[in-house]
C-alpha cells in the first residue's frame, strides 16, 4: 500500500496494492517494500532469511488502537443490563454505578493482578491485529491508586509484545470519596501526581473528561495549563453527550479529540481547521446503543480520522477493533481506505508516533497477514476474519511458533 493522506477523504483507488509483493525486514524495521521478485536478490545478496508465501496473503501495518481502557478490574454486566432495561448512562452513574464502580473494584486489585488483566487483554487484541494500544488510567482517582495503575501499565508493556501506550486519565471523574471540589481534586492531580509521572517515566499524555457528570471546560482549563507547562502531550474526551470537550481540544493544542458523537456543524468544523485528530469510538456506541461519531461529515470537512475501540468495563466490553471499525464504515459511509488509514497511518498521527503505521522502509515492522487475496475482505467480513500472522517490531508473535 501507498502513502496515504493525513486527513480528508480517501478514495480506495489511493490503495494501489503491490500484487506479488514482499517485505524485506532489517531488525525490528522494515527496510524495503515491493515487488517480490525485485526483493529476492537483494534478500538473497544481504543473506537474509527468506520466507516464502505460497498462498494468498494481504499485508496491512498493525493496527494501532489509540483509545483504551483495559487496565481495570471487575465486570460492569449489571450496568449493561440496567441500561438496556432503560436506564441512561448519566441515571446509572448517578446512582452509584458506572466508572464509580470500576474504580472500586480496580483499587481493590492488587498490581500483580493488574498487570496480569491488562496483558491479557492486551495479547487478545495483539491475536487480533492489534500491536499498539494506548492504555488508560482513570480507575484509580487518587495520587497512589492512579500510579499502581499506570505502573501496572507501564509493567505490562513489559510482558507483552505489543506497545502499550499509558495516559494519565486521573480527570476521569470527580471521585465520591474526595473530600473537595472538582477544582481542588485537579490542583492536587495536577500538584501531586503529574511531576512523579514524569519522574517515574510513566507516560507523557495527560486525558480528561469533559461532560455533564464529569469535569466541565473551565475547570480542566488550568489543569490542562499544568500538565502542557510540564510537557505531557495532552487529549480529550470529548463531545460524547454534549458538545463541550472539542473547543477545549483544538484551543489547547490536543493531539485528538476523542467520541465527538455530539458534535455539530460547528465542532466539525472548528476540528477540521485544527491539528487535532478526531477519533471516532464506535465501541462506545455499540455499547451504549447511540449514535455514532459524524466520521463521514468530518473526512468530508477536511479532518483527519483515527477510529479505536475505547474497551472498557462499562460502555464499550466488546473491545473488538476490527469489527467495531467496519459496522463503523457501514454505518457511516467509509471507504475502505478510510477504514484502513483509521486503524493504521491516521491512529499512528493520533498519539504523535512517526515510527509506524505504515508499511514504509524505515518504520517499525508492525504488520499483519490476512489470509485473503482481496483486501476488500477484510472489512467485508465485519471482524470476523483475523489474521493469520501478525509481526510486531521484525519478530512473528501470532502465532508464536512462525508457521505459515
Ligand atoms: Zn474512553
Not at 473494584?105 to 500491536?131: F, I, K, M, Y
Not at 468544523?269 to 477519533?279: D, E, G, H, I, R
Amino acid at each position: 500500500m501507498v502513502h496515504l493522506l493525513e486527513r480528508g477523504p480517501l478514495a480506495d483507488e489511493s490503495l494501489r496494492p503491490i500484487m506479488e509483493g514482499g517485505l524485506l525486514l532489517q531488525g525490528e524495521l522494515l527496510y524495503r517494500i515491493g515487488e517480490y521478485s525485485d526483493l529476492w536478490q537483494e534478500a538473497e545478496t544481504l543473506q537474509a532469511t527468506i520466507i516464502e508465501l505460497t498462498s494468498d496473503f494481504v499485508a496491512l501495518p498493525g493496527f494501532i488502537d489509540v483509545h483504551t481502557h483495559i487496565c481495570f478490574a471487575g465486570s460492569r454486566a449489571p450496568d449493561y443490563a440496567l441500561r438496556n432495561a432503560g436506564k441512561t448512562y448519566l441515571e446509572i452513574a448517578e446512582a452509584g454505578g458506572g466508572i464509580w464502580d470500576s474504580v472500586q473494584q480496580t483499587r481493590r486489585a492488587s498490581p500483580d493482578e493488574l498487570t496480569r488483566l491488562t496483558v491479557q487483554r492486551a495479547n487478545r487484541h495483539l491475536q487480533n491485529g492489534v500491536t499498539t494500544i494506548e492504555v488508560k488510567s482513570g480507575y484509580g482517582l487518587s495520587v497512589a491508586e492512579e500510579l499502581k495503575q499506570l505502573r501496572a501499565i507501564k509493567t505490562a508493556d513489559g510482558q507483552t509484545a505489543a506497545d502499550l501506550i499509558g495516559t494519565c486519565l486521573a480527570a476521569h471523574t470527580l471521585p465520591h470519596d474526595y473530600d473537595g471540589s472538582p477544582e481542588a481534586y485537579l490542583a492536587e492531580m495536577a500538584q501531586q501526581l503529574l511531576p512523579l509521572l514524569k519522574q517515574e517515566n510513566l507516560t507523557n499524555r495527560v486525558d480528561a473528561f469533559i461532560e455533564q457528570g464529569a469535569f466541565s471546560a473551565e475547570q480542566i482549563a488550568p489543569y490542562f495549563a499544568e500538565a502542557q507547562q510540564l510537557g505531557f502531550q495532552l487529549t480529550v474526551h470529548a463531545d460524547q453527550f454534549h458538545a463541550f470537550g472539542s473547543r477545549v481540544a483544538v484551543a489547547v493544542g490536543a493531539a485528538s479529540a476523542d467520541h465527538l458523537e455530539a458534535s455539530g456543524e460547528a465542532e466539525i468544523q472548528l476540528l477540521a481547521q485544527s491539528q487535532v485528530v478526531p477519533v471516532a469510538l464506535p465501541g462506545a456506541s455499540l455499547g451504549l446503543g447511540c449514535a455514532f461519531t459524524p466520521a463521514r461529515r468530518l473526512l468530508d470537512a477536511g479532518a483527519s480520522l483515527a477510529i479505536a475501540s475505547d474497551w472498557n468495563p462499562g460502555s464499550a466490553p466488546m473491545g473488538d477493533l476490527l469489527a467495531q471499525a467496519a459496522i463503523l464504515g457501514t454505518f457511516e459511509k467509509l471507504t475502505t481506505a478510510e477504514v484502513l488509514a483509521g486503524l493504521t497511518h491516521r491512529a499512528a498521527l493520533a498519539l504523535r508516533l512517526t515510527d509506524r503505521g505504515q508499511l514504509a522502509a524505515g518504520l517499525l515492522a508492525d504488520f499483519l497477514l490476512f489470509p485473503v487475496a482481496d483486501y476488500r475482505e477484510i472489512l467485508y467480513q465485519q471482524g470476523q476474519l483475523k489474521p493469520a500472522q501478525v509481526w510486531k517490531r521484525g519478530h512473528c508473535v501470532y502465532p508464536s511458533a512462525q508457521k505459515i
